[in-house]
């Protein structure tokens, strides 16, 4: 009946995705079939030889976890098992709780864009399992290098402390791939994570073995390294694919390619909800086996994050004409939790706890609106594409949670803890309040260099295993380049599919 509507497309018609040479070749490229289309797979599906080099990896941490890695002495046949079973009494079910978190809010936070919902999900499996075993090793290396027990080198002990510190250092590696995310292959993601779980230990085993910093939620070393860390490898590696060439196109990022559907937003969506519920798990699992520290770290996560959140939902209409945008709440309803981690088990006092959370969600939705602008390339000043936003949800919060520490710290005292909980909250007890907080403020630096040095050798890492897969250009796109389209052909790539709902 008339004219049929722009935006109604024939169920039957099938068009078939342009070929990523066409600009450049113009005519000269055949419309794709489906034998062009099986062999344009295989050719851009991870190869054997980079499956066969994950294996060796794999193999070389079994190996190395038979001769470094053995049971805690808790879990032996002669043992009363009474701490063990206080263990898995207390900080188990925390453990779940940052499980989930882990493998199913980072997963479905990151399944936002439109064509690559699966692959951030089975991506986040697979990233995070491999650096769960690899944080154990390293973390054990680096303590024992750094740590000042009487017996340097022994073998690791996992216990449920060194558990739950693996799911948190693959939690840094999951926020760095959020700022890499649909620009490289699940192999480089492995490479990414192989380098960054090294550094991760390094900085850990500096803050708290040498430095004796408080940071019991990860403000600074989880979540400000893991957004560093990515930002700074998406910007060197963006930087190395200009040079080769791939980058000089200022046409800009494909919006339509890069942004989200109803769907995936509501996945994302879902998976925000698991991280809503489950953070204060997360601030509270490891601060201390006293229930007061626990207790608190608990109630200032929830305080904090339930006025990040109402936070964004005032700012965010206000910023985009009086609606609501599903960005911010996805994230910037979250990052309350991140800037009050570093301070979570200290007497922060509620209402000093929600001034926190309002001031982070106040920061991260600005954030996040200005990431819009960065992403589209019409900020020129500032030169990255991060995709997920990780800087804006991780990062700034991060560092703001550094400097609320160091803040409540300089204002501690044995008539607040007592002197019990004042000793064992700063370790060594000849320093002073206003010496601890000058350990926390330099806690950020010494974190802000360790991201960027560990980021842009990332950054290297991957170039070079891009440049093995014989010059293609398909697997690592820039912000400036169209090549965002392989947000869709990289997933129709790893993962065998026909139809796709999303796309309808």
């Known amino acids: ?23 450049l070749l113009g005519s000269h490229i055949p419309t794709h079939t489906s034998a062009t289309q099986s062999r344009a797979s295989k050719a851009m599906g ?10 060796l990896l794999e193999a070389i941490v079994i190996l190395l976890y038979g001769l470094f890695v053995e049971y805690d ?40 864009l439109r064509h690559y919902g699966r692959a951030s999900v089975a991506y986040t499996l697979f990233v995070a399992s ?38 948190f250092g693959a939690a840094a590696v999951l926020i760095s791939m959020g700022a890499v995310l649909g620009k490289v292959s699940a192999f480089q993601l492995i490479l990414l994570g192989f380098v960054e779980v090294a550094f991760f230990a390094l900085n850990e085993a500096i803050l708290v073995e040498e430095m004796r910093v408080s940071d019991v939620g990860g403000s600074l070393v989880i979540h400000m390294f893991g957004a560093v860390y990515g930002v700074a490898c998406t910007i060197v590696l963006q930087k190395l694919m200009n040079r080769l060439g791939s980058g000089s196109s200022e046409r800009g990022v494909n919006r339509d390619r890069e942004g989200p559907t109803y769907n995936s937003d509501l996945f994302s969506l879902i998976g925000a909800v698991f991280l809503f519920l489950y953070w204060p798990s997360f601030n509270g699992a490891l601060a201390g086996n ?31 004409k009086g ?17 009050i981690g570093g301070a979570a088990n200290m ?41 997920c936003g990780v800087l804006f949800l991780h990062g700034v919060p991060g560092l703001l949670g550094g400097v609320v520490s160091a803040i409540f710290a300089s204002m501690s005292s044995e008539a607040d803890y007592g002197v019990y909980l004042y000793d064992g909250q700063f370790v060594n007890a000849t320093r002073s309040a206003a010496g601890q907080a000058g350990f926390q403020l330099l806690a950020i630096v010494v974190t802000l260099v360790l991201a960027v040095v560990g980021g842009c050798l990332s950054a290297f890492v991957l170039y070079m295993a891009r440049s093995s897969r014989g010059g293609r250009t398909g697997d690592i796109s820039t912000a400036k380049t169209s090549h965002f389209s392989e947000f869709n ?13 999303e796309k309808v």
């Open 323 to 339: 609606k609501f945008k599903m960005e911010h709440i996805q994230n910037a309803t979250l990052a309350g939790a991140v800037a």
């Open 46 to 55: 991870p190869r054997t030889s980079e499956m066969l080099f994950v294996l």
């Open 347 to 387: 007497r922060v006092y509620p209402w000093a706890a929600m001034m926190v959370g309002l001031v982070a969600g106040a920061v991260s939705v600005l954030g996040f609106h200005l990431n819009e602008h960065i992403k589209e390339g019409s900020m020129r000043i500032f030169k990255w594409h991060d995709t």
């Open 130 to 167: 491999f650096c769960f075993q690899w944080v154990i090793l390293c973390r054990g290396f680096f303590s024992q290098l750094l740590g000042h027990s009487d017996e340097r080198w022994h073998k690791i002990p996992i216990r449920m402390e060194a558990i739950v510190n693996a799911d």
């Open 73 to 112: 002495s808790t879990t032996e046949t002669d043992s009363t098992g009474t701490e063990s079973e206080a263990l898995l009494r207390d900080v188990y079910p925390l453990f779940q709780d940052v499980h989930v978190m882990v493998f199913i809010g980072f997963g479905f936070l990151m399944a936002f």
């Open 1 to 23: 009946h008339g004219t049929p509507s722009p935006h109604f497309h024939e169920p039957t018609a099938f068009h078939a995705p342009p070929h990523p040479l066409r600009p």
């Open 489 to 501: 052909d990289v997933d129709k790539t790893f993962f065998c599919y026909e139809d796709d709902v």
């Open 290 to 320: 006293n229930g007061n520290a626990r207790h608190r770290a608990i109630t200032n996560t929830l305080l904090a994050i339930t006025t990040s959140t109402i936070a964004v939902f005032i700012i965010s209409p206000i910023l985009n």
